[in-house]
């Protein structure tokens, strides 16, 4: 039982949901999920022209056009995946209630991870 206690607070972040301890209805949670979507996406923003400008500096200093490029392409891939990937995590839900806030809270997840890849690229 132990165990369950301290595993918990790593369950709660592995769900953006379960981040939303202010939102008592579907709804609530459902508008609150949409918002951290939102940050997150500005964070991938943010994140990835830190990682352009890195990319386009490391190809004036070679001299070589190599790093931007692949960067985009990298970024163009990724955004087919998450859409791919949520796209499955939504249609797992058979059309249910919770499809819409799955396909969000994917999005986050991936979103996340996506910002931490993007800002190592930047340094």
């Known amino acids: 039982m132990r165990w369950v206690l301290i595993l918990l607070p790593f369950a709660a972040l592995a769900d953006p949901t379960l981040e939303c301890t202010d939102a008592g209805s579907q709804v609530e949670i459902g508008s609150c999920v949409s918002d951290m979507e939102l940050r997150v996406n500005a964070a991938i923003e943010s994140s990835y022209s830190f990682a352009i400008a890195s990319a386009k500096e490391l190809d004036e200093v070679t001299g070589r056009v190599v790093a931007q490029p692949a960067l985009e392409r990298a970024q163009s891939a990724w955004v087919a995946f998450r859409d791919a990937q949520c796209e499955a995590v939504g249609a797992s839900y058979g ?21 931490d890849e993007l800002l190592r690229y930047a340094n």
Do not use: Y
């Open 95 to 115: 059309g249910g209630s919770g499809t819409g806030m799955a396909i969000t809270s994917c999005r986050i997840d991936l979103g996340r991870a996506r910002v």
